[in-house]
């Protein structure tokens, strides 16, 4: 099976969409798009036609270029289907009972709310969309959801292999880099993984995909365990949810 071509697209001021083409199907869906413009000029820079627009969860941020863009190519809306009353133009909706096909390959979709109650992520081959759930070095703020929540929904992204790539949402990875060092200052990897980031970001290029190996080495989100992120917030002795949560209360005012 020819490999998927994914192509990223900056949108608004620190948005990502994603165009994922196939094609020996000749298929090509957008996902999350916050606005059309951008997508629109990437596919005309490419050559590729719209046949799916795929939103990981419903806020505007991730589903504005939805109607005009379902008005302009025809294009299948595919989200999740337990939020189908906020997605705009929705055709179908799916979750984990409910896998969806592209072409030959069956996609993969995991629920993993707490940022928002019915957010999912796309799993193509080795390419996971996680949208704003996980992000490189960070997560999701809480809007809909409790520590427990996005704690079990960072868990289940922690079981794809290694190697999976991840495509998030946002580019936030700096900053969320910067809040990990005041956690885990001695991480050999994330102190290394910050010289490329800020390498990155100053000649204007995009830190985004992580893999999910990198991410478990230096996203302290995923790291509830490190004894020095516990030393870090004086809770060496409490549960990986309390970790977490602090964690998490801490990068909301960071």
């Known amino acids: 099976m020819t490999p998927l071509e994914i192509e990223l697209v900056p949108c608004l001021s620190d948005n990502y ?25 990437a596919l005309a820079a490419r ?11 419903h806020h505007p941020d991730h589903t504005g270029g939805n109607l005009a863009l379902k008005q302009d190519f025809s294009a299948e ?14 055709d179908t909706g799916v979750d984990e009972s409910t ?4 072409g030959g390959r069956t996609v993969t979709v995991l629920e993993i709310p707490a940022h928002t109650r019915s957010h999912i992520a796309f799993v193509f081959d080795d390419a996971a969309f996680t949208g704003d ?8 703020r809480l809007f809909e959801g409790t520590p427990e929540m996005m704690w ?11 190697a999976t790539r991840v495509y998030c949402g946002h580019e936030y990875t700096l900053n969320n880099g910067r809040f990990a060092l005041t ?13 490329a980031v800020e390498a990155a970001r100053a000649a204007g290029a995009p830190t985004i995909p992580s893999t ?43």
Not at 77 to 90: A, F, Y
Not at 99 to 102: A, E, K, S
Not at 213 to 228: C, D, H, I, M, V
């Open 17 to 41: 969409a994603y165009l994922v083409h196939d094609a020996e199907a000749g298929l090509c869906a957008v996902v999350d798009p916050s606005e059309a413009p951008p997508v629109k000029r």
């Open 47 to 57: 050559g590729w036609t719209l046949t799916h627009i795929l939103n990981t969860h």
């Open 77 to 90: 809306i595919v989200g999740p289907g337990k939020d189908r009353d906020r997605i705009p133009g929705i």
């Open 99 to 102: 896998p969806w096909t592209f």
């Open 133 to 140: 759930t996980l992000f490189a070095m960070g997560c999701g």
């Open 152 to 162: 079990t929904s960072l868990s289940k992204l922690m079981r794809l292999p290694d």
């Open 183 to 195: 956690l885990e200052p001695a991480n050999a990897a994330l102190v290394a993984r910050m010289g």
């Open 212 to 254: 999910m190996g990198l991410e478990k080495q230096t996203n302290p989100f995923l790291r509830p365990a490190s004894p020095e992120i516990r030393r870090a917030l004086g809770l060496e002795g409490a549960g990986d949810v309390e970790v977490f949560a602090e964690m998490r209360r801490r990068k909301d005012s960071f």
